[in-house]
Structures are given as structure tokens and as C-alpha cells.
């Protein structure tokens, strides 16, 4: 049987079991190995050699970690108040950092409503508590929802205030006595009680209103006796 070098097209017409009994044989044939000792190898051409890629350009160092330090308490505090104004002054709600204010308002809506809400709870809490409803730590006075120190300095501000725009005071205090008025409340503010039938306050506090009056008398007396 003549042989047959690899590539001949009449190969490909062999049965399967014929191909395999030819690569059992050892075939197709190492044609290398078949080639006188020392004769040159067929020449195949050489690949050209690949370009090297150019070199990517180095990043910049990084900067040197600036050294963090924690903010004393004082300068964090003057940073939020810093915060606060410029987004105050740009018409940003101060609270959420994001919506616009209400127009002539600081907060937006939902954070104005949920202030309030939060400052009512903690208004109910601390009255629950029986302490001040101002500060939310010295206990509260027996009258009121203040302690000793907030009611003196809760005093003091509506004096200033008074003293300062007498017919806003005036306005205010009308517009919040009206207010109980409608809503059938004592008069005295802070008071939860209705009003004695035709007054305009409950008993404790009619009875307060004579007791003050009748001490501002006596004060009145002692004073012009003094002169
Ligand atoms: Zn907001
Ligand atoms: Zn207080
Ligand atoms: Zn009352």
C-alpha cells in the first residue's frame, strides 16, 4: 500500500474504524522526525515580533492624607450655626438641607409640621414628667410648666419684647385671651379648666385674680404711705 502523506484529499474517504487502526499505527507520521539528521527544518516564517505596548503614563502621586482631627466641640457648634444661616440665607430649609423654605418662612412644610409635632410630644412629655417644659431639666414650679430660672427668664423676654413693640405685645395677647375665649377656656393662660358660668376664668383662678389684685392694693397703700 502506498503511503499516503497527511493532506492527500483521497483521506478523507476512509471509514471511521480505518482512521482510528491508522492513529493506533502511529500516524499520520512525524515528518520531522522522517527528515535526515542535521537537515535544515522546513523554514516556517518568522512571527514578527509583536509591538511592545507603550508604557501607560503613571498616575500622579496621591496627596499626602491630611491629618484628621476631631473638631473641638465649640467649632463644630459654630459650624453648624454657620450651616444654618447660609442655608437660612439662600432659602433652604435649614432642617432637611434640601426644600426651599415656605416664602417667608425658615423650614419647608414637612419639617415645619414635624417640628412642631416633635416639640408638642415634648412639651406633653416633660409636663407629664413634672418638669420644665423649657429647659427639660430643673423640676417645674408647682403653678406653672417653667422652672424657678425659665420663668424668670421667660419674664424677662416678654418684658424686653413688650418694651420694644408695645402694640405687637398688645395684639398678641388680645388675639390668644380672644382664642380662649372662643374655645371656652379660662382665660389664664396655661389653664385647661372652662370658665365659671358667665366668667371668663375658672374658680382657682378668679380667686388668683382677687388674691393679686388685693397684694398690688396693699403694695399701692404701703407705697403711698411710704412717700
Ligand atoms: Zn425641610
Ligand atoms: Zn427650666
Ligand atoms: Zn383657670
Same mark, same amino acid.
Given at each position: 500500500m502506498a503511503r499516503r502523506l497527511p493532506g492527500d484529499a483521497s483521506q478523507r474517504a476512509v471509514s471511521r474504524a480505518t482512521y482510528h487502526a491508522r492513529l493506533e499505527r502511529?500516524? @499520520? @507520521?512525524d515528518l520531522a522526525a522522517t527528515l535526515p539528521v542535521g537537515a535544515p527544518r522546513p523554514d516556517r516564517p518568522k512571527p514578527e515580533p509583536r509591538p511592545r505596548p507603550e508604557p501607560r503614563p503613571k498616575a500622579p502621586p496621591l496627596p499626602a492624607p491630611v491629618p484628621q482631627t476631631k473638631p473641638s466641640p465649640q467649632d463644630a457648634r459654630l459650624a453648624r450655626k454657620l450651616l444654618r444661616e447660609t442655608l437660612v440665607a439662600c432659602g433652604v430649609c435649614p432642617v432637611c438641607e434640601t426644600n426651599p423654605a415656605r416664602p417667608n418662612r425658615t423650614r419647608c412644610a414637612g419639617c415645619s409640621r414635624r417640628v412642631a409635632e416633635y416639640g408638642r410630644e415634648l412639651h406633653e412629655a416633660r409636663r407629664r414628667a413634672g418638669i420644665c417644659v423649657r429647659c427639660g431639666k430643673n423640676p417645674a414650679r408647682d403653678d406653672g410648666v417653667f422652672c424657678e430660672t425659665c420663668r424668670e427668664r421667660a419674664n424677662d423676654e416678654q418684658r424686653r419684647h413688650r418694651l420694644a413693640d408695645p402694640e405687637a405685645h398688645n395684639a398678641g395677647v388680645r388675639a390668644r385671651y380672644q382664642q380662649r375665649v372662643l374655645a371656652g377656656m379660662c382665660t389664664w393662660l396655661g389653664c385647661k379648666r372652662a370658665p365659671e358660668t358667665g366668667r371668663r376664668m375658672c374658680r382657682t383662678h378668679l380667686d388668683r385674680m382677687t388674691e393679686l389684685s388685693l397684694a398690688s392694693q396693699a403694695r399701692r397703700k404701703r407705697g403711698s404711705l411710704d412717700d
Open positions: 502511529g500516524w @499520520p @507520521p
